[in-house]
C-alpha cells in the first residue's frame, strides 16, 4: 500500500467521546481554577482545540476568598487555599456568558454552594437565561471552604440529595466533582450516580499543610490547604480505578496530568475524558501538546478510538 495511504489511515483514531448528550471533541478538557473563564488566554492559546474548558467555581455571591498567602509551591506539586474567589453569578452570566458563543468549545460552568439552596439558585438563574454552557461541574469538594463545599463530598446522603434536587431543574450535563479526602470515594460516586449525574470527576485537591520552620507558622494563611500537581496523580489514577469498578457513568479523571502518557494512564484506569489543571500555570496551552501525543499513542498500538481503550487496566477486576 502507498505509504502516504497508510499513513493518513492509521492516522484516523478517533478522538471524540461522549458524556451524557454531550460530544466532546477530544476527551481533554482544562480543569477547573486553572483555566479562569475560559477566556483569559485565547489570544495566547486557540482554544476552540480543547475537548472542553471548567470555568473556575462560581457562587451565589462574589467572593473576595482567602487573604494571602494562599498558594505555595511543594515536591512535585503545588497547595493552594483560592477560597472560590469569583465574581458571583449574577455577573457571571452578564460579563463571562456572553463570551461563550464564539469560543468554540464546550463549556462546563463549575458551582459551589453551602446549602442546597445555593447550588439550586445558581443553577436556575443560568438556566433561565440563554447560553451555549454545555453543563454543571458540582464543586463538592473544595477542602478550603469554611462551609458548603466538601461537607457534601464527604458524606453519600448529602451528595444524593444535592444530585438528586439539581437534577429536577437541568437536562445539561451534570458532572458530580468528587473528593479524594474521603474514606471511600466510590460510595460517593455511587450516591451521585443514584441520584441521576451524567458523570463524576476525580479528583479535587488533597489536604495539605506546609510549614515555614523559621517564621513557625503556615506557608498558607488557612494552614491547610490543597494540594494539586504531579504529587497527586497516583491518587487520581487510584481513585478513577476504585469509581470505575463501582458505577456505569462516565469518570473524569483529574490530578496531576503532565503530558500525553499521564492522560492515558487515566483513561486505561477508567476515566472517558480528563481534565488538565495544575500544568496550565507553566504552560496554558499544555493540554493542546497532549492531544498529539496520544494520537501518536492511537498510531503506534492502531488503536480506532479512544473510547476503546477506557478502563482496559480495570476492567478485568470489575
Ligand atoms: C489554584 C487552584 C484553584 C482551583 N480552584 C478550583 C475551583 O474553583 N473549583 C474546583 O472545583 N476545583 C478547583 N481546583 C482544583 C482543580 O480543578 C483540580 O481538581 C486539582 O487541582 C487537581 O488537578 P491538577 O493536579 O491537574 O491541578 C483548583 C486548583 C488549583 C491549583
Redesign the pocket.
Known amino acids: 500500500m502507498d505509504l502516504f495511504i497508510q499513513q493518513e489511515m492509521l492516522s484516523l483514531i478517533d478522538m471524540s467521546i461522549k458524556i451524557g448528550k454531550v460530544l466532546f471533541k477530544n476527551p481533554i478538557i482544562t ?4 483555566f479562569g473563564y475560559g477566556t483569559e488566554v485565547s489570544s495566547l492559546v486557540n482554544v476552540s482545540k480543547f475537548g472542553g474548558i ?1 470555568t ?2 462560581i457562587t451565589l455571591n462574589p467572593r473576595e476568598g482567602n487573604p494571602p498567602p494562599r ?1 505555595v509551591e511543594t515536591p512535585s ?2 497547595l ?1 487555599s ?1 477560597g ?1 474567589a ?1 465574581i458571583g453569578v449574577d455577573q457571571y452570566i452578564s460579563k463571562k456568558i456572553p463570551l461563550y458563543s464564539t469560543i468554540g468549545t464546550n463549556i462546563i460552568m ?1 458551582i ?1 454552594g453551602t446549602t442546597v439552596n445555593e447550588y439550586i439558585e445558581i443553577i436556575k438563574k443560568v438556566e433561565s437565561v440563554s447560553s451555549n454552557i454545555v453543563g454543571y ?1 458540582i ?1 463538592i ?2 477542602p478550603n471552604v469554611k462551609r458548603g463545599g466538601m461537607e457534601f463530598g464527604i458524606d453519600c446522603d448529602l451528595t444524593e440529595k444535592l444530585t438528586e434536587s439539581l437534577r429536577k431543574i437541568t437536562e445539561r450535563l451534570l458532572i458530580v ?1 468528587l473528593s479524594p479526602n474521603v474514606t471511600n470515594i466510590a460510595s460517593i460516586a455511587q450516591s451521585a450516580e443514584k441520584a441521576g449525574a451524567d458523570a463524576v470527576s476525580a ?3 488533597v489536604v495539605g499543610m506546609s510549614i515555614d520552620i523559621h517564621k513557625q507558622k503556615s506557608k498558607v494563611y488557612t494552614k491547610l490547604s ?1 494540594l ?3 504529587a ?2 497516583p491518587i ?1 489514577i487510584a481513585s478513577v480505578h476504585k469509581i470505575f469498578q463501582a458505577i456505569d457513568i462516565p469518570i473524569i479523571g ?4 503532565t503530558c500525553g502518557n499521564d492522560v492515558l494512564e487515566y483513561i486505561l484506569a477508567g476515566a472517558s475524558a480528563v ?5 496550565n500555570y507553566r504552560d496554558p496551552g499544555i493540554a493542546l501538546s497532549m492531544i498529539e501525543e496520544i494520537k501518536l499513542y492511537g498510531e503506534k498500538y492502531i488503536i480506532s478510538s479512544i473510547s476503546d481503550i477506557v478502563g482496559v487496566v480495570s476492567s478485568n477486576t470489575k
Open positions: 480543569a477547573s481554577g486553572t471548567v473556575k467555581s498558594i506539586g503545588m493552594n483560592i472560590l469569583n463549575n459551589a461541574e464543586n469538594s473544595c466533582k479528583i479535587n485537591t490543597g494539586s500537581g504531579p497527586i496523580r487520581g483529574i490530578g496531576g496530568i481534565q488538565v489543571g495544575t500544568s
